[in-house]
């Protein structure tokens, strides 16, 4: 399995931008399309923003246009540029390969990592 450490999520204002990290330490990773997830208190955890290997991207409506995924293979690296962020966007984060539960999910990543906080308040 591929552990996976999530970071540079923080506290920041409205309308602020973050950078989100994923370090994936072992090579395997850049074979799998990868994505994004937030967890937000009381709720159901949801997938953001998904980039395949070669690097195509999809966003969930509550994001588009205002997140950006990008991917490092080289060194196995994972990254979500938020800018523009709302209250609403505030949750744990959480990067993982995608989609999740499937055979090859359970196979290759098969868990969670501790995820990354970003609170956007005033």
């Known amino acids: 399995q591929v552990p996976l450490v999530e970071s540079g999520g923080g506290l920041v204002q409205p309308g602020g931008s973050l950078r989100l990290s994923c370090a994936a330490n072992r090579a395997i990773f850049r074979d799998y399309a990868m994505a994004w997830y937030r967890q937000a208190p009381g709720k159901e955890r949801e997938m953001v923003a998904s980039i395949t290997s070669g690097g195509t991207t999809d966003y969930s409506d509550a994001v588009k246009g205002r997140f950006t995924a990008s991917r490092d293979n080289a060194k196995n690296m994972l990254y979500l540029q938020m800018n523009s962020l709302k209250p609403e966007d505030t949750a744990v984060y959480y990067c993982?390969?995608?989609?999740?539960?499937?055979?090859?999910?359970?196979?290759?990543?098969?868990?969670w990592g501790q995820g990354t906080q970003v609170t956007v308040s005033s």
């Open positions: 993982n390969g995608y989609p999740i539960n499937s055979p090859t999910w359970f196979a290759v990543f098969g868990s």
